[in-house]
Nanobody
Framework: QVQLVESGGGLAQPGGSLVLSCTAS??????MGWYRQFPGKQRESVAT?????????AESVQGRFTISRTTTGNQAWLYLQMDNLKPADTAVYLC?????????WGQGTQVTVSS
């Protein structure tokens, strides 16, 4: 059974940093990524990473966020280093992983950027 568990959200001041972590187990994962959801709005892609390490970022986070991953067998660890945080980054962040059958989501972790 595939499970994705996020951690690392919380409160940060503008200009501060946070690191999000996601542990994915029970599958052999292809592309993985971080998404975020603002209240009342659709989920949006923040950053994605392929098994070979190719990354893509939303324009709004380019140069401030860094996605990385480690994979061992049927487990993977996904990270999002978030620097120079802005109040506009406040959202629920969700981990996403895909295998050959479907995609999976974590439960989400709240990130709040406020002074």
């Amino acid at each position: 059974q595939v499970q994705l568990v996020e951690s690392g959200g919380g409160l940060a001041q503008p200009g501060g940093s946070l690191v999000l972590s996601c542990t994915a187990s029970g599958g052999f994962f292809g592309d993985m990524g971080w998404y975020r959801q603002f209240p009342g709005k659709q989920r949006e892609s923040v950053a994605t990473i392929s098994p070979s390490g190719t990354t893509k970022y939303a324009e709004s986070v380019q140069g401030r966020f860094t996605i990385s991953r480690t994979t061992t067998g049927n487990q993977a660890w996904l990270y999002l280093q978030m620097d120079n945080l802005k109040p506009a980054d406040t959202a629920v962040y969700l981990c996403n992983a895909r295998d050959v059958i479907r995609e999976y989501w974590g439960q989400g972790t709240q990130v709040t950027v406020s002074s």
